[in-house]
């Protein structure tokens, strides 16, 4: 017995140790695709954001077509009369020109042609625009002048936009805050055959719209959808806080009676995927810790015992 308990330990110590060597290489995986996704998007505007003498300047080129400046945005050139995408393309590059000569004009070219395949309804155009009024980059900070282009994207079919427009609206600060609005773009995006289940991260929309329609939270409550949300989220991406919510809402009887049973099972689901498929998530060993800590104190609330404890506590065990 005394030998196969220092195996076990000696196990244990193994796979905790190739744990966080694995946390760590994914740690700066996160760090180095998050700084590449800066570099791309930031850091040519950086220089520029705090030219504060051509800020209205900045702001006048891109009310053109938010319907605010009226006109034409400047003197036409060759890229104003190619295709959108080529306009956003040739755009960004006037910025990241702008960036490294300091020269405003570059900036206010660069935005005015942004601002044209926006408003020729090319939605990644108008995703970045937008993006420039809800961080107050180039342009005043303007929150529903942001989130009225982002809809304009979103409109388009652009996953991106429609996730991010979800988002904003349901956690949002008070004056763009509407979760009734966040609950329609949940939906759509859910709907949307472009959006691809990692890259737009589906498995935290069904997350969040099961929240919402278990709460009746900008919606009529309708436990059951929040149920099957909550299911497609567990089984299609082994999501652990999924997992979490499915024990949780048959320990509480959300769909209308208490289910022991199926509790139990979709908790100890929820700690084999916060062990194993944390990182995955981006979900930190701390935070995954935690919540399997809590998940093993509600299954000896709803009873746990014997077989069904002692597993719980060794799955916790190899986290520690």
């Not at 180039?138 to 991010?164: F, K, Y």
């Not at 509790?263 to 100890?268: D, G, I, Q």
């Not at 916060?274 to 981006?282: E, V």
Request: proline share 4%; aromatic share 6%.
């Amino acid at each position: 017995m005394d030998a196969a308990l220092l195996i076990f330990g000696a196990c244990a110590v193994f796979v905790r140790v190739l744990l966080t060597i694995l946390e760590t290489f994914m740690n700066a995986f996160i760090w180095v695709r998050r700084m590449a996704i800066l570099a791309a998007l930031v850091l040519p505007l950086i220089p520029l954001s705090s030219e504060a003498a051509g800020t209205n300047q900045h702001l006048s080129a891109l009310d053109t077509w938010n319907g605010v400046g009226g006109g034409s945005p400047g003197a036409m050139s060759l890229e104003h009369d190619a295709d959108p995408m080529s306009r956003f393309v040739a755009g960004r590059r006037y910025l990241i020109g702008a960036a490294g000569s300091g020269q405003d004009k570059l900036a206010e070219k660069g935005l005015a042609l942004i601002a044209s395949a926006a408003r020729d309804g090319f939605a990644p155009a108008a995703r970045f625009a937008g993006s420039l009024y809800l961080e107050g980059m180039l342009v005043p900070r303007d929150l529903p002048r942001g989130v009225g282009l982002l809809t304009m994207a979103a409109d388009a079919g652009d996953p991106e936009s429609q996730r991010e427009l979800g988002d904003l609206l349901a956690d949002g600060e008070a004056q763009i805050r509407d979760l009734g609005k966040a609950v329609h773009w949940y939906r759509t995006v859910l709907n949307n055959p472009a959006a691809d289940p990692s890259r737009d991260r589906l498995f935290e929309v069904q997350m969040r719209l099961a929240t919402l329609l278990a709460e009746g939270l900008g919606t009529p409550a309708d436990p059951d959808a929040a149920l099957t949300l909550w299911q497609q989220a567990a089984t299609d991406s082994n999501y652990p806080p999924a997992w979490h919510a499915l024990g949780d809402a048959h320990a509480s009887g959300l769909a209308g009676k208490v289910d022991t049973k199926a509790a139990m099972k979709a908790y100890h689901k929820a700690l084999h995927a916060y062990s194993t498929g944390g990182l995955k998530f981006q979900i930190g060993r701390h935070t995954a810790l935690k919540e399997s800590e809590r998940i093993v104190e509600q299954m000896v609330s709803l009873g746990a015992k014997g077989n069904t404890l002692k597993k719980a506590r060794a799955q916790l065990a190899l986290m520690n």
